[in-house]
């Protein structure tokens, strides 16, 4: 039972524009959000988060959104940068689950020149 | 300041074999966890430490044992290894009093059971 579900393994978007990356949740009990980048051959890093009592947080180029009611969140990188090429995960936790993580599948974005 | 440091980078292993994963962090987290990445299945995760002094099963346990030698350092065994553990290993931490649930991963540890 996968209970955060990235639907797009991958996306490609040129240099300057926008791009979306989405995830959906299952468990009505989660109330905090990360995103997390991964390059290849290291670890995750810390992206940005969001706690259920809000439904934006921005961070830079780097913007998440929470619907709450469609148990969605998507994250905004404006504008994208050939850096910013890796693999995201969503990943989230609820409060009492000493900070347990349940991660996504990851989307690979690739930002091309 | 490492953060989080993982022992081996790599490693290949006969089935049956065993052996033991190293991970440290300087950051003073109370919180510690170890997880697998797999192609097509994220992170999962393998068995976490809330506190010094106590661990607790995730996800995927099964083979695997771990012992959270004092705050520093977590480690993960595997007592006879099949080839299905072949995967990345992931150590992290967390400061689980700050509630912002942040962990900080190491460099990943890449095993092979052949």
């Known amino acids: 039972d996968q209970q955060v579900k990235q639907n797009s393994p991958s996306l490609s978007v040129q240099e300057g524009r926008i791009s979306i990356l989405n995830c959906d949740y299952t468990n009505s009990m989660f109330d905090y959000f990360l995103w997390y980048k991964k390059y290849p051959a290291e670890g995750p890093t810390f992206l940005i988060s969001i706690s259920s009592i809000k439904d934006k947080n921005e961070d830079g180029r780097f913007t998440v959104f929470l619907n709450k009611s469609a148990k969605h969140l998507s994250l905004h990188i404006v504008p994208s940068q050939p850096g910013d090429s890796a693999v995201y995960f969503c990943a989230a936790t609820h409060t009492g689950t000493a900070s347990k993580l349940t991660f996504g599948t990851g989307t690979r974005l690739q930002v091309t020149l | ?114």
Request: net charge neutral.
């Open chain 2, 1 to 114: 300041n490492a953060g989080v440091t993982q022992t081996p980078k790599f490693q290949v292993l006969k089935t049956g074999q065993s052996m033991t994963l190293q991970c440290a962090q300087d950051m003073n987290h109370n919180s510690m966890y170890w997880y697998r990445q797999d192609p097509g299945m994220g992170l999962r995760l393998i068995y976490y430490s809330a506190s010094e002094g106590t661990t607790d099963k995730g996800e995927v346990p099964n083979g695997y044992n771990v012992s959270r030698l004092n705050k520093r350092e977590f480690s993960l065994r595997l007592e006879s290894a099949a080839p299905s553990q072949t995967s990345v290993y992931f150590c992290a931490s967390s400061e689980t009093q700050t509630l912002t649930y942040e962990q900080y991963f190491g460099p990943g540890t890449r095993l092979t059971v052949t």
